[in-house]
């Protein structure tokens, strides 16, 4: 499977999870956030583009240097989206952040998964 596929596949099955589990949230519990698919869409396309620069970084000598570089951008973002919509939706921050708090460590799952192919297809380069 190509690198390509992958990562549609670590995109796409952490998002199909996530609808899941918050239309659950929204129907069987008190969490009930009518804005989480803003989250699920901020993180696809955050997923995807990390994910491509992955893709085309694989196998550099500054691999390493990249992905800590991105994990802690990815989670800055992330709480700064969480921050953002605390002003804009005081009742409902709470329930929101938890759907965005469960959609990031998702998404950070499938990433590990497919960071961890890369490295297994494309080992770091050493002189």
Same mark, same amino acid.
């Given at each position: 499977?190509?690198? #390509?596929?992958?990562?549609?596949?670590?995109?796409? %099955?952490?998002?199909?999870?996530? *609808?899941?589990?918050?239309? +659950? %949230?929204?129907?069987?519990?008190?969490?009930?956030? @009518?804005?989480? #698919?803003?989250?699920?869409? =901020?993180?696809?396309?955050?997923? %995807?583009?990390?994910?491509?620069?992955?893709?085309?970084?694989? @196998?550099? &000598?500054?691999? *390493?240097?990249?992905?800590?570089?991105?994990?802690? +951008?990815? =989670? %800055? $973002? *992330?709480? +700064?989206?969480?921050?953002?919509?605390? #002003?804009?939706? &005081?009742? @409902? =921050? =709470?329930? !929101?952040? $938890?759907?965005?708090?469960?959609?990031?460590?998702? !998404?950070t799952i499938f990433e590990i998964r497919y960071l961890l192919y890369i490295?297994?297809?494309?080992? +770091? &380069?050493?002189?």
């Amino acid at each position: 499977m190509s690198l #390509f596929l992958r990562n549609l596949l670590a995109v796409i %099955l952490p998002a199909a999870m996530g *609808t899941i589990l918050s239309l +659950i %949230l929204n129907n069987h519990s008190p969490l009930v956030s @009518g804005t989480w #698919f803003y989250s699920l869409l =901020f993180l696809i396309l955050l997923s %995807l583009i990390l994910n491509l620069v992955y893709a085309f970084h694989a @196998g550099s &000598k500054t691999f *390493t240097e990249l992905l800590i570089a991105t994990i802690v +951008i990815k =989670f %800055l $973002l *992330t709480l +700064i989206a969480i921050v953002i919509y605390s #002003f804009i939706d &005081k009742p @409902g =921050f =709470f329930n !929101f952040s $938890l759907h965005m708090v469960m959609h990031y460590i998702l !998404f950070t799952i499938f990433e590990i998964r497919y960071l961890l192919y890369i490295l297994k297809t494309h080992p +770091i &380069k050493h002189n």
